[in-house]
């Protein structure tokens, strides 16, 4: 009993997860910039909030810089971030999965 209610709290944080990142990531497609899009989040624990936040802006990186391939210069100034924001979160990811993603742009590029 006490392992199903633990397990029902980390699949209804992990929705809640979720959900904060897609609900930041559609308000930055919206055309928000990325402070105003992270305001949007309903998350009081100041520690969660940055944890959602930083783990946004890492999948926000992934998508448009590693696999659309849009410099990170041109993303920073989409989301109105500072370029080395941008740099701080791409190197807090993991390593192969940029590099896997570029190197999918690439091969994708060679077969247009």
Same mark, same amino acid.
């Given at each position: 009993?006490?392992?199903e209610k633990t397990e029902a709290m980390e699949n209804s944080f992990n929705d809640?997860?979720? #959900?904060?990142?897609?609900? /930041? +990531?559609?308000?930055?497609?919206?055309?928000?910039?990325? #402070?105003?899009?992270?305001?949007?989040?309903?998350?009081? #624990?100041?520690?969660?909030?940055?944890?959602? /936040?930083? #783990?946004?802006?890492?999948? /926000?990186?992934?998508?448009?810089?590693?696999? +659309?391939?849009?410099?990170?210069?041109?993303?920073?100034?989409?989301?109105?971030?500072?370029?080395?924001?941008?740099?701080?979160?791409?190197?807090?990811?993991?390593?192969?999965?940029?590099?896997?993603?570029?190197?999918?742009?690439?091969?994708?590029?060679?077969?247009?």
């Amino acid at each position: 009993m006490k392992r199903e209610k633990t397990e029902a709290m980390e699949n209804s944080f992990n929705d809640a997860l979720k #959900d904060s990142i897609q609900k /930041i +990531r559609g308000a930055v497609e919206q055309g928000l910039s990325f #402070d105003e899009a992270c305001s949007l989040i309903a998350v009081k #624990d100041p520690g969660l909030r940055e944890s959602i /936040i930083n #783990d946004a802006l890492k999948a /926000i990186v992934a998508e448009m810089h590693f696999s +659309r391939g849009l410099p990170l210069k041109n993303l920073a100034m989409r989301l109105r971030l500072s370029l080395s924001r941008l740099l701080n979160a791409k190197e807090g990811m993991p390593g192969e999965s940029g590099e896997v993603a570029s190197a999918k742009r690439r091969k994708g590029s060679q077969v247009a």
